[in-house]
């Protein structure tokens, strides 16, 4: 029996290694990243610095590997029992076809959790808006008054006051009291909000509290606290912590500080200082002014006197002396023409005066034609005349000058050059532009061709 079949219809082969290769494909993208809570069993870490092991609860477990540029900036080394909480994706180690966990993150699972509900509240928060700088306040230039939310016996108030009476010792320092560890800290720390804003007597409010674990700054993590410093009405500064510490509040207020003394120098003038950088404001003004002043009055004088030698009056006063010239020689020539004439005339009447027997009727005729060769060279010369007038006026017409009375201009660079395209400029080049009752200097902000 034949077993042969028509390879049109015989099912597509895959290769094992091409099997592997498309279920781990298919498994990154649909699981791109998630996080997972258990216990590490069988931990390796391999003299390449790579971590290997497996995460396990009650009913199941699963492989796991930590590359060693992910595990450098984990704050402990995992150990066997520990339970702790992983961000990973999932993919396939495809020559043994196992799939596993590929690990960025790892924490210990009680501060883990805590993490990860910040995390949440964070995207949470960040998708709703909360955290865009268009929706934060400025905070005010001139603060007479500050309110100041925090524990009054901790060391945040007291950093904050002192940095208050050494910067601006005139200000006024309001204490809302409030908790700030602890489980009553969040609902503590609303009342106390709530209270300065009902009562509004300050410029500016400071909320924080000094460093701790991150258990210890949980309340400052709290939605309703967060929500309420979004839409509080007065400009609020969050002093959480250290500088290492982040919580919501420094994402949803309008300006975080590194520390308690940091958010006390932020909201007051530092009035020496100040009066020290308004002095020498005022010098380096003083002496931009006198610079910016002599340079372009120099400048000036360069431009008038290059713009003397191109002015457009120069050519037209020789162009105007050309023509007057011209009507001088045609006056000379005309006049010139009409004495050859009249000579001519004059010789023809004494020649036909001699030989001619009818002298007296030939004397009428020469008169006759005197008298009409001086009209044809009267209407000749009004003729040239008219000519003349009408090829000054075509080259008046035609003068720059003439172009500037219609509304038009002439531009040019600073080395005095006529711009006649785009191609000669760039931005920023100085121009002068040339009208018919005076001229203007610009800058090129924008070139854009046809």
Not at 91 to 117: K, M
Not at 241 to 254: C, N
Not at 378 to 385: D, F, R, V
């Amino acid at each position: 029996m034949n077993h042969t079949q028509n390879p049109s219809t015989n099912p597509e082969i895959y290769t094992v290694s091409r099997l592997n290769a498309e279920v781990r494909l298919t498994l990154e993208l649909q699981f791109r990243q998630l996080w997972l809570c258990g216990e590490i069993s069988n931990f390796v870490a391999a003299s390449s610095g790579h971590w290997y092991f497996s995460l396990k609860d009650a009913a199941a477990q699963v492989k796991v590997a930590m590359f060693k540029q992910a595990n450098r900036n984990a704050a402990f080394v995992p150990r066997n029992g520990q339970q702790v909480l992983i961000r990973a994706r999932i993919s396939v180690y495809e020559p043994r076809g196992e799939y596993q966990l590929l690990v960025d993150f790892i924490e210990p699972a009680g501060d883990g959790l805590l993490r990860q509900q910040y995390e949440m509240l964070k995207a949470k928060l960040t998708a709703e808006g909360l955290f865009a700088p268009e929706r934060k306040k400025q905070l005010p230039s001139q603060v007479q008054r500050i309110g100041v939310i925090t524990s009054p016996t901790g060391a945040a108030v007291r950093d904050i006051l002192t940095v208050l009476a050494r910067r601006a010792p005139a200000l006024e320092v309001i204490i809302y009291p409030a908790l700030v560890q602890g489980a009553q800290a969040a609902q503590d720390l609303q009342a106390a909000l709530a209270h300065a804003i009902r009562r509004n007597e300050v410029d500016v409010l400071i909320i924080g509290r000094g460093g701790g674990s991150l258990e210890d700054l949980y309340c400052f993590n709290d939605e309703q606290l967060a929500r309420q410093i979004a839409h509080c009405p007065l400009p609020i500064v969050s002093a959480v912590g250290h500088e290492i510490d982040f919580t919501i509040a420094d994402f949803v207020a309008d300006v975080r500080a590194a520390t308690p003394s940091a958010a006390a120098e932020l909201v007051s003038p530092d009035q020496q200082h100040q009066l020290t950088q308004l002095i020498q404001l005022q010098q380096r003004l003083q002496r931009g002014i006198r610079l910016q002043l002599g340079q372009q009055a120099q400048w000036f004088l360069q431009q008038h006197s290059k713009l003397q030698l191109l002015h457009p009056k120069r050519r037209l006063e020789q162009q105007q002396q050309r023509l007057d010239e011209l009507q001088l020689r045609l006056q000379r020539a005309g006049q010139q023409q009409l004495e050859r004439k009249e000579r001519q005339l004059e010789q023809h009447q004494q020649r036909l005066l001699q030989h001619a027997p009818r002298a007296a009727v030939l004397q009428q005729h020469a008169t006759a034609l005197q008298e009409r060769l001086q009209r044809a060279m009267q209407q000749q010369l009004q003729t040239l005349t008219q000519q003349w007038q009408q090829h000054s006026a075509l080259l008046h017409q035609v003068s720059p000058l003439a172009t500037l009375n219609r509304g038009y201009s002439l531009t040019f660079t600073a080395e005095n050059t006529l711009v006649k395209s785009v191609q000669q400029l760039k931005s920023g080049d100085a121009l002068t532009v040339r009208f018919a009752d005076g001229h203007v200097v610009t800058e090129v902000k924008q070139i854009q061709a046809n």
